[in-house]
């Protein structure tokens, strides 16, 4: 695969789907607005599909009632989960051949080389609120079949002609810091709040992720004690039954360098008074 890069992981998704010519998408319901935002502005036809709540990634058998109508799917890894969706990818291009299957890592920690993939794409960011937050930077790998060209466009609010390059040492090395101080904010979050809150280990990469009855009067009384957290994207489509009910009971805890542990011990403190009638 090919290494390509861009001012944002945006940009590169916007590159190769005009490259070649994709104008129907699949997108899973709780897909980051900004994605909308382009790809409505690319004036696209989305098609989106629930999650599955065994893996919070996109239903494969959602996906498999409409794989034959879309051009492109971009498969995203929900709070950064690692896991290898492989498998699906080879049942996807059995349907649809001539579909481009893109691997959205963009909540996943980044990698700076690629060899293979069962997808087309691999795409990873490096941008503002990513596990790696260099300011700036889109990475993508791209197989051989596929075209990719670095398309200049008119300046919008949702692309920039921006150019951006990888510098894989600095990447590195940003990414063990970032790896040794989320891991100690995440020791906290596991050792003061109630394992039953807790996601399963394997989403807790980009930020920690608590599933709580009463979201947003914890948000609330967070934000007001001088805090901060969040609440994950908002299911873009009706009748995502799945998608809707995480994101009404999902926060995410910050766990980055703009958060100390003082701070994520208040966090917890405040979580645990608000979890006090039961949850």
């Given amino acids: 695969m090919r290494r390509v890069t861009g001012y944002r992981a945006n940009r590169v998704l916007y590159n190769f789907l005009r490259s070649n010519k994709c104008k129907t998408i699949i997108v899973p319901a709780n897909i980051c607005g900004g994605v909308v935002r382009l790809l409505q502005w690319m004036q696209c036809t989305i098609i989106y599909c629930d999650i599955n709540p065994a893996t919070l990634c996109m239903d494969e058998e959602a996906v498999l009632q409409v794989v034959d109508k879309a051009?492109?799917?971009?498969f995203v890894h929900t709070y950064g989960v690692e896991t290898d969706f492989a498998e699906s990818y080879?049942?996807?291009r059995e349907r649809n051949p001539k579909m481009a299957i893109i691997d959205d890592r963009c909540l996943c920690m980044p990698d700076a080389q690629i060899a293979d993939s069962a997808a087309d794409?691999?795409?990873?960011?490096?941008?503002?609120?990513?596990?790696?937050?260099?300011?700036?930077?889109?990475?993508?790998?791209?197989?051989?079949?596929?075209?990719?060209?670095?398309l200049q466009v008119s300046e919008n609010?949702?692309?920039?002609?921006?150019?951006?390059?990888?510098?894989?040492?600095?990447?590195?090395?940003?990414?063990?810091?970032?790896?040794?101080?989320k891991e100690k904010l995440n020791a906290i979050y596991r050792t003061y709040l109630?394992?039953?809150?807790?996601?399963?280990?394997a989403y807790q990469h980009w930020r920690f992720n608590i599933l709580v009855p009463n979201k947003e009067e914890i948000i609330q009384a967070i934000f007001d004690a001088g805090?901060?957290?969040?609440g994950h994207y908002a299911p873009?489509?009706?009748?995502?039954?799945i998608a809707s009910n995480m994101y009404n009971h999902v926060i995410n805890l910050f766990n980055d360098f703009y958060y100390t542990e003082e701070q994520a011990i208040r966090t917890c403190k405040i979580i645990n008074?608000?979890?006090?009638?039961?949850?």
């Fill in 71 to 74: 051009d492109a799917i971009l």
């Fill in 121 to 150: 794409m691999v795409l990873f960011s490096t941008g503002e609120k990513k596990p790696v937050n260099l300011g700036m930077g889109g990475i993508g790998f791209v197989a051989e079949r596929w075209k990719y060209e670095d």
């Fill in 227 to 230: 805090l901060f957290a969040s």
């Fill in 194 to 201: 109630p394992k039953k809150i807790q996601l399963s280990e």
């Fill in 236 to 241: 873009q489509a009706e009748n995502c039954a």
């Fill in 273 to 279: 008074d608000k979890l006090k009638n039961g949850i």
């Fill in 157 to 181: 609010a949702v692309l920039t002609n921006a150019t951006w390059d990888l510098d894989s040492k600095s990447l590195l090395t940003k990414m063990d810091a970032v790896i040794a101080h």
């Fill in 90 to 92: 080879v049942k996807f």
